[in-house]
């Protein structure tokens, strides 16, 4: 009870903060720890001083000081005031919700293929592709981007260093401690340039570095999964567009030295079929569980047997999962994403499967789906979707449980003149984001203050005035 009534307090007073600019005073801020929670909370005294559009000057030993009232009926029109987006508009935080730059000019080309990470403070991509169209030639981009959450701020990054240079697309991509990992990937035409070099960009210094993987090597690839266990770094999968493989890898990440623990498998769908790309992988009480995929037929894996790898055993196996009991498997497809949710559960979202009749991708449903590891269950969200099905896009989760989604292939209908439809393969630069648990209060007062900011670059101008403040250290250290 009594944080809902701290809340309750810090949500008024957000309400009365509707404008910022550095002529406030004495904007006090400070920590309460109720039940092991931080709530921020922020008491305003205004007195404004100097301000060029009364051409007045107020002191602290001044008889009129001007009222919160009185301040926010001022004319909106004085040039150093704006007004502020409603720091307190409702939204559902567990659907996917556009997420609009605040500088539309800078943001990166549509594109798809490319990978993403999320630290604590940005979302970074890196590569993508870009068909030929009537206006441009086919692009491959040798570009990091990074989106400062806080500022709500694309920047191209500059890199120094021996990076990837030909293999942009559907490479394998992953965050350790502070350094950028990206394995394989391919340029264009697909399959013709292929890498089974380790990059690794330092994020601080934005310095690239190609490594060499010692003894058993993962053959050049793209499409293949990545993941983390402490230490060591798992590749499985992939493909150099005319052999496809299920092997799996262990890399040593102090000695980068490799070892071949798994030997691709046959499967059970399509006994001619070997191998997979542009799969999801998880890793599970020590089991790495395969989600979907694509193989050299154009198939795409459906999701009723599940390719599991035994690190113990380092042995390959299936699982047979349960359906929902209304809407049944999700579609089989590739090209989506997956991401921890609660507990013992994933989320998976986005995809295409491959139309082996009209030779064409087809995105899959806007639909959210649920697994459960405990009770090997599919479960759909029926409350939630996603607002454009995507495939091919980027999407990374950071500490907080909020996933980004940037870019990729969305399909666009439209008739001509004789009622027949077709359908448009269209890249996209959109982003949105979700929350796959509720963010604690400290987060929601941080985004209160944020939201309540007529600009936020004055965060970046006036580097010291948060300390002045005394916002907490781990919230000015993601503005950069």
């Known amino acids: 009870m009594l944080e809902l009534t701290t809340l309750m307090i810090f949500t008024w007073l957000t309400l009365r903060v509707r404008y910022f600019h550095n002529y406030f005073k004495d904007f006090v801020l400070f920590d309460i720890d109720i039940n092991n929670n931080v709530i921020v909370r922020w008491l305003c005294s205004f007195i404004m001083t100097n301000d060029p559009a009364t051409n007045q000057k107020s002191t602290r030993q001044s008889s009129t000081i001007p009222t919160m009232d009185s301040f926010l009926n001022m004319k909106q ?31 990166p080309h549509p594109r798809s293929g490319h990978r993403a990470v999320a630290t604590e403070s940005d979302l970074w991509i890196w590569g993508g592709y870009y068909p030929s169209s009537d206006t441009e030639q086919e692009r491959m981009f040798q570009e990091l981007w990074r989106y400062n959450f806080a500022l709500r701020q694309w920047t191209l990054e500059q890199t120094t260093g021996d990076g990837p240079i030909l293999t942009l697309a559907s490479h394998s991509m992953c965050l350790f401690r502070n350094y950028l990992l990206v394995f394989g990937g391919t340029g264009f035409p697909f399959g013709h340039h292929v890498s089974n070099d380790l990059f690794v960009l330092d994020l601080k ?7 060499r993987i010692h003894d058993q090597q993962p053959q050049p690839v793209y499409g293949a999964s ?28 102090p000695t980068l030295k490799c070892k071949h623990i798994g030997n691709t498998f046959d499967e059970i769908e399509d006994p001619s079929e070997t191998g997979r790309y542009r799969q999801e992988a998880y890793l599970h009480k020590n089991q790495i569980f395969l989600f979907g995929g694509g193989g050299v037929s154009g198939i795409s894996y459906s999701f009723e047997h599940l390719p599991v790898f035994d690190l113990a055993t380092q042995h390959w196996s299936y699982v047979h999962t349960n359906p929902d009991p209304v809407h049944n498997f999700p579609t089989a497809r590739k090209f989506h994403s997956i ?11 986005g995809g295409a499967h491959f139309n082996r009749t009209t030779n064409r ?44 989604t940037h870019g990729g292939v969305v399909v666009e209908s439209r008739s001509n003149d004789n009622n027949n439809i077709h359908y448009n393969e269209t890249r996209i630069t959109t982003l949105y984001a979700m929350h796959t648990r509720v963010p604690n209060l400290s987060e929601l007062a941080w985004n209160y203050f944020l939201n309540s900011l007529p600009d936020r670059t004055c965060l970046i101008k006036q580097p010291k005035l948060m300390t002045q403040l005394h916002i907490p250290p781990r919230f000015i250290e993601r503005i950069h």
């Open 77 to 107: 029109s004085k040039s150093n005031l704006c007004s502020a987006t409603n720091p307190l508009t409702p939204n559902n935080l567990m659907q996917f919700i556009e997420n609009i730059p605040i500088d539309s000019s800078s943001k």
């Open 205 to 211: 210094r934005r310095h690239w570095k190609r490594f």
């Open 226 to 253: 990545m993941l983390l266990n402490d230490d060591h770094l798992y590749i499985l999968c992939g493909t150099n567009s005319w052999i496809y493989n299920s092997d799996v890898f262990d890399i040593h990440l």
């Open 339 to 349: 991401f921890p949710f609660h507990n013992n559960q994933v989320i998976m979202f």
């Open 361 to 404: 991708h087809i995105v899959v449903n806007d639909r959210l789906w649920i697994f459960n590891f405990e009770k090997l269950e599919w479960s759909i969200l029926s409350s939630l979707t996603m607002p454009r099905p995507t495939y091919f896009h980027a999407a990374a989760m950071n500490e907080r449980g909020e996933i980004w």
